[in-house]
């Protein structure tokens, strides 16, 4: 399944090469209150003609591989933190787009998407755009300790590294606004536009930008890999992590693990928390201490304190 919109699911064959065939499809009642995302597998019964007009009915949701998921606030006791949303199934890439500058890369969101992604068991792949306007030096620096695979693009620069590393895969693309996801996108599926006007042509009219839709990369040259699928999420600003439990969230900090394994079993790793190991971790150069302040920010966060971060970017980076 590829696209939602207001009750109407658009679904593609898996051996249909070009994904242009977009049968639309309903929820068929036996599926009771199970959700149908964006990326899952499904079993159609009825006119799967892909017709205009036509109407398919989903009657089996294939057993999830992967599942992405957010809440729209961090914190569990909040109507928004208990509001969790799967994002996208049977992903195996996160792909955190983020800008070298204009805006700043913010690695408190990167941080998070991280969270999400090893929480998820997705493998993540930072994206750096606007490689024109500022060097990968300082966000490098910061993730030095992790094994982050990244790669960068520019205007005009050929994309074949990044191509290379969504072959094969289903990739989910997540950034904030303004760090030029949609002109990347656009990049690499020239006709993107074309196939969320197919989407709209689904729900009577208007695309609703909100939900995620996945769109088939094309083939390059004569090549016969499979070039794999990139998931747009145009409308997802945030990544709440109120599903993610505290001990989880230190996944998203592997360079820190280490450093908790000496602590005490019940040690919350907060400031409040005097004896916790990992202050002296950071103090013999172990581990860097902006990891440390931002995997706990992460921690107040989602235990529903006020951020107390700067707002202002400390050398170029913004948390
Ligand atoms: N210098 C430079 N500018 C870029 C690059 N990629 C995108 N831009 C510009 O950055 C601005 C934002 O790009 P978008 O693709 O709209 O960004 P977005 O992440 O989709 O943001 P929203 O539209 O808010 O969702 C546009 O003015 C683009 O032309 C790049 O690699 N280098």
Redo the contacts with the bound molecule.
Sequence with gaps: MITVDRGRYGCVREDDGDGTELITAMRARELGRKSVVVGDRVALVGDVSAAPGALARIVRIGERTSVLRRTADDDDTTPEGRLERVVVANADQLVI?S?L??PPPRTGFIDRCLVAAYDADIEPLLCL?????AGPEQVLDYYAELDLRHVQ???G?DLAELRERLAGRISVMV????????????RLVPDALRAVGAVSAIGKGRHTSTSAVALRLPSIGKSRKDPGWIVDT?GIRSFGLAHVSAESLLHGFPDLVEGTLEDQPNCGHTVADNDCKLEAWVEEGRADRRRLDSYRRLLSSRAGELDPRDQQPDNGLSA
Excluded at 129 to 133: E, R
Aim: glycine letters at 12%; a positive charge.
């Design positions: 787009v800008a500058a204009d755009t606007k490689a024109d306007l693009v520019r205007p620069s950034g904030h606004s303004g760090v030029g996801k949609s002109t990347l996108v656009n145009p």
